[in-house]
């Protein structure tokens, strides 16, 4: 271990860690439960709605952020029947007593009457009831559940008339309750998933959960300094759950390899120490590699210039990072503590199953592998252009693909009371449920030349005809003269999201605002709302990707350089990871955008990507991408190094971490694939489409593509430094050999 120590870190960390070994395990202890204390007690800050935001809509919120007017939570019930209108004695009935239920609540404020206020739908066959709730509105979701009753004994009490709710309390107390439930069953799913996974990998019980009990560790961690780090750059609220996706994925990985390697070694003969080394000095190297390369890839979602991306980062690097050291640092002191005692709870007729492994091995691989590698390795070409061309093809649907800031009919599966009642709402009150809004703030609001200019606004926004309907939901204006902000809501024609109420949004913004409020003087204006916050989200996106971009694949080439020395490898990871994320995206887009299989994920199609998700997938995939081609590679040098020619040392490499590699990805799959089924469509989007993309980096990519291209290449993968040093013959073909060094750190791969 010691001489090994001075040929490479991860070597040096693991010989440490070896001989400290109740300092680094009592270590890694006292920092998980300081950094969960530590976040416990400062708490996570999360992003307010307008730091979330971009642009103009941004500017509007931030104004009545800082002016500190805070709204109450607003509600609707849509009272509605198929048979009867809104002049019929039992319908009136229905209203009636609707609003006596609510003042009887003592919760409601503002509560208007739908016949006074105009709000009665266009065919008279739907009423509105719109209120607010007393209180603040933060907590409205926790206190809304009376009204929810109220509502559900007038619509008992009235046949034939539904009687239904939405709004901001009642939608909040929904995802809340909805999104608490969803991620305790990602966590009580996947985690058992990945121990079972181990348990038939390792054929142990210990062995298996060492690399969970340290991810889910690392995970504890990561939150605990996320909580902290948070009050200086806050994060979105599920900033959480991408660091749980990330942590046990990686996490598990990197100790899964390190462990694997160890035993291999082990099998092989070695003794205690040594197999430590060997470990240490391949996939130790590896999986410092691997995660930095990851890191470095989340990195760049920085450059976006968006706060949401920024809390991603932040989060995903702090739970790689961690699960990284702990891989190489607190992993090997527990191997050495336990020795062959990792094998404790070996499960029956395990180490027959391990014995036939070894010999497989030693015979150069399964049946499954050693079929499909050899006819790779004797038709390379056939081999790239039919997995390329398979490739190709599962991208083609991305050239279509379109983003949006998903709506909540969107977001939210259509079975839904909630959904239901919301699209019910929208065909009846067109442009009523998402208005725009537009904010002005004056020093002098209540001037004369302030109220001329709003005045004027609403004038020329009617004169436009892309007013939703005027007569049931006109033009709000709410005036706070402290704080000198005017907020004027302006129902748009159209759904809310479609062509029309785009044209409309686009309407105010360059005509009806420049040449009214625009020209008040010394007077800020900003145009906000739901439609206006996606549609800039959405502009600032496309500014963004392109330098995240580059930006990635630019650092990702150099890391892949310094630890290959081999430009040609390194152009190879970039090309065969575009090739994985392009399939990716076609696969999302044709099952989530038009539907082509939804019913095989339990989903609907909803005609859009969630606007955050390309980019966040493609800085995700091509950081976990690495994992497989690092640890593979590393190994087809090791067997080169070695002194195999090249398509010798990539079939054996490939044999080698066959194993691995398919624990590794089956376990990324079924974590990917919990969040998969998850309620919300965002999360089942970026499930679906992250374990589609690791399925096939596992065995298209790595099985044909990688030998495929590198046997073409031939000696053209490696430096003219290394194939200086290596003496080219097969181990066992009675040539001088160059020496085997992997015991000693100078091999930095393997797994």
């Known amino acids: ?45 999360q992003l307010t709605t307008a730091q979330e935001g971009v642009g103009d809509s941004a500017r509007a919120l931030q104004i009545l952020q800082d002016a500190n007017i805070t709204r109450p939570a607003s509600e609707m019930v849509l009272v509605h029947s198929a048979t009867q209108t809104a002049d019929a004695a039992q319908f009136h009935a229905t209203v009636q007593d609707l609003l006596t239920a609510m003042q009887g609540t003592k ?23 719109e209120f607010d709730m007393t209180g603040d509105e933060k907590t409205a979701a926790d206190r809304v559940q009376p009204i929810l009753d109220a509502v559900a004994r007038v619509d008992a009490a009235h046949p034939g008339i539904s009687v239904d709710e939405f709004g901001d309390a009642s939608g909040n107390r929904w995802f809340n309750n909805t999104l608490g439930r969803d991620f305790k069953h990602a966590e ?59 942590g046990l994925a990686v996490g598990v990985d990197y100790c899964l390899f390190y462990l694997r390697r160890e035993r291999e070694e082990r099998a092989a003969g070695r003794d205690r120490e040594t197999a430590l080394a060997v470990a240490a000095a391949t996939s130790g190297r590896s999986v410092l590699v691997s995660g930095l390369t990851v890191m470095v890839a989340m990195a760049g979602m920085f450059l976006s210039g968006m706060h949401i991306f920024e809390g991603f980062a932040l989060a995903t690097i702090l739970v790689v990072a961690i699960a990284m050291l702990g891989s190489v640092t607190v992993l090997p002191a527990l191997l050495s503590m336990l020795g062959d005692k990792v094998e404790l709870g070996r499960l029956p007729g395990a180490k027959r199953r391990a014995a036939r492994r070894a010999k497989r091995a030693e015979a150069g691989g399964g049946l499954l592998w050693n079929a499909t590698l050899a006819k790779v390795a004797a038709h390379p070409r056939t081999a790239l252009l039919g997995a390329a061309g398979f490739l190709i093809l599962l991208a083609a649907p991305a050239f279509g693909m379109h983003t949006a800031k998903l709506t909540i009919d969107q977001q939210v599966p259509q079975n839904v009371p909630l959904v239901q009642t919301y699209q019910r709402i929208a065909a009846a009150f067109p442009g009523g449920a998402s208005p725009a809004v537009v904010v002005v703030k004056d ?82 204006v900003a145009v906000g709302g739901e439609l206006a916050f996606g549609l800039d989200f959405n502009h600032q996106l496309g500014h963004s990707i392109a330098p995240v971009f580059v930006f990635v694949l630019a650092v990702t080439f150099l890391l892949m350089l310094g630890a290959f020395r081999s430009p040609v490898i390194a152009a190879t990871a970039i090309g065969l990871n575009l090739l994985s994320v392009g399939a990716a995206y076609g696969v999302m887009t044709a099952i989530f955008q038009h539907g082509w299989g939804a019913a095989l994920v339990a989903t609907h199609p909803v005609g859009a990507i969630e606007s955050w998700l390309p980019l966040f997938v493609f800085v995700v995939l091509f950081g976990l991408s690495m994992d497989y081609h690092v640890f593979v590679v590393s190994r087809i ?115």
Request: proline share 4%; with cysteine.
């Open 1 to 45: 271990m010691q001489d090994q120590g001075r040929r490479n870190l991860a070597a040096a960390l693991g010989g440490w860690s070896a001989r400290h070994r109740k300092t680094a395990v009592f270590g890694w202890l006292l920092f998980v439960v300081l950094a969960t204390v530590i976040g416990g007690a400062a708490g996570q800050k």
């Open 107 to 129: 919760l409601v404020q503002n509560l208007h009457d739908p016949y006074a206020a105009g709000l009665i739908s266009a065919d008279k066959h739907s009423a509105l009831v």
């Open 188 to 246: 009580w799913t996947a985690v058992p998933l990945a121990l079972g996974i181990l348990l038939v990998a390792f054929g142990a019980l210990l062995a298996a959960i060492l690399p969970v009990l340290l991810a889910l560790t690392a995970f504890m961690a990561a939150l605990g300094l996320l909580g902290a780090l948070s009050h200086l750059n806050p994060v979105d609220s599920s900033a959480s759950s991408v660091m749980l996706l990330m």
């Open 443 to 524: 020093a002098d609001i209540q001037g004369p030349a302030a109220q001329a200019a709003i005045t004027a606004f609403e004038q020329a926004a009617a004169r436009t005809g892309e007013l939703g309907n005027p007569q049931s939901d006109p033009v709000k204006v709410m005036v706070d003269q402290a704080a000198g902000v005017a907020q004027i809501n302006v129902p748009l024609a159209g759904n809310g999201t479609d062509a029309a109420s785009v044209h409309a949004l686009d309407t105010l913004r360059t005509e009806v605002v420049p040449q009214t409020l625009g020209k008040l003087p010394g007077a800020q």
């Open 637 to 751: 040098k090791e067997a080169r190094e070695r002194g195999m020619d090249t398509t010798s040392a990539v079939m054996h490499g490939l044999r080698c971490a066959a194993g691995a590699v398919t624990s590794a990805a089956v376990i990324m799959v079924a974590v990917f694939g919990v969040f998969g089924t998850l309620s919300m469509q965002d999360f089942k989007q970026l499930g679906v489409g992250l374990a589609v993309a690791v399925a096939l980096d596992a065995t298209v990519i790595r099985v044909l593509l990688l030998p495929a291209v590198m046997v073409l290449l031939g000696e053209r993968n490696w430096s003219r430094a290394l194939r200086r040093r290596i003496v080219v013959g097969r181990p066992d073909s009675g040539q001088p050999q160059a020496e085997d060094r992997t015991a000693v750190g100078v091999v930095g791969g393997g797994h």
